[in-house]
């Protein structure tokens, strides 16, 4: 199967992918795998182990604490993570809100399959996501801070 075209545009729109050439993203969609998602079907639950990362390629995916909505994630966004980082359980639940289909990347294509030069790349943008969120998560907790001051 040709990734080409395919690998152009995740280049592009993927924070995954950021810094990657299409020919690399070609080569990552080549190790992984891409799965189709039923709208509301859980893809993983909160504090169970994972060894895989997600990106949303079509659809939105919900993340929540029980039945908190944490935050919705759409086209280009990545989720789990973490599982690449530590073996942690997960810390939130994921579930499809729409019909949703997503390329996974296991910790052992990751590990073992990927050059050094890439896998570098995927896990600073990685820590670029993982900081771009706790900034958002600390401007939502000043802003609490400050209506109930």
Do not use: C, W
Not at 129 to 147: N, V
């Amino acid at each position: 199967m040709s990734y080409g075209r395919t690998a152009q545009i995740l280049a592009k729109q993927v924070g995954l992918f950021h810094g990657l050439n299409p020919e690399d993203v070609a080569k990552i969609l080549s190790k992984g795998m891409t799965m189709h998602v039923r709208k509301g079907e859980t893809i993983f639950y909160k504090d169970t182990t994972g060894n895989m990362m997600f990106v949303i390629l079509e659809g939105q995916v919900g993340v929540f604490d029980g039945e908190k909505p944490i935050a919705t994630l759409t086209a280009g966004d990545m989720f789990g993570e973490m599982a690449l980082i530590n073996n942690a359980p997960r810390s939130a639940t994921a579930i499809a809100v729409t019909d949703t289909n997503l390329f996974t990347l296991s910790e052992e294509i990751f590990q073992r399959l990927l050059t050094k030069r890439v896998a570098v790349r995927i896990l600073l943008n990685i820590v670029a996501t993982l900081s771009k969120r706790l900034r958002e998560t600390d401007r939502k907790l000043k802003e609490i801070e400050t209506r109930a001051g």
